[in-house]
């Protein structure tokens, strides 16, 4: 095989419609626009989502919901994941998400532990927050948890 012997496939390419070129080629006299009209035109037709000057679907519909540009998202984990990890297990984001405890969040800010659950080993926890009920429970399960910044 040498390179200039090289060619798209069979179909791959196409040529140009010639339009214009004459009754014979299938696409001449009005080169495969009809007759008359806004779409036979030079610059014809109408810009995406016109509806013939009805009111546009985008307008009709109500608008809904409301974006915090303040907001913060943070990557959740309930105690219930964290129970079956062995003591001494020192659990950050790193951790959680190297393990899939918890699902990735788009642009989040640190890790969130919740209390849904029960915890019986000890664990070292390091989050950016914790709701109370997760608090207390890792520390009644002997284990530490540490606000990290």
């Known amino acids: 095989m040498r390179v200039d012997t090289l060619s798209p496939a069979e179909g791959a390419r196409t040529s140009a419609k010639r339009l214009g070129r004459g009754i014979g080629s299938g696409l001449g006299k009005t080169s495969g626009k009809g007759h008359k009209g806004q779409w036979a035109r030079s610059g014809g037709g109408v810009r995406p989502g016109f509806e013939g000057g009805q009111m546009t679907l985008a307008r009709r519909l109500p608008k809904r919901g409301f974006h915090n540009k303040w907001g913060k998202s ?51 926890v390091r989050a950016k927050k914790f709701s109370e009920s997760a608090k207390a429970a890792i520390e009644k399960a002997g284990g530490t948890a540490e606000v990290v910044e």
Do not use: H, R, W
């Not at 964290?82 to 918890?102: I, K, P, R």
């Open 74 to 124: 943070y990557v959740i984990v309930n105690l219930s994941a964290l129970s079956e990890l062995s003591a001494g297990t020192v659990v950050d984001y790193g951790f959680v998400m190297e393990n899939g405890l918890a699902k990735a969040v788009k642009n989040n800010v640190g890790l969130k532990v919740l209390g849904s659950g029960e915890l019986s080993v000890a664990l070292t």
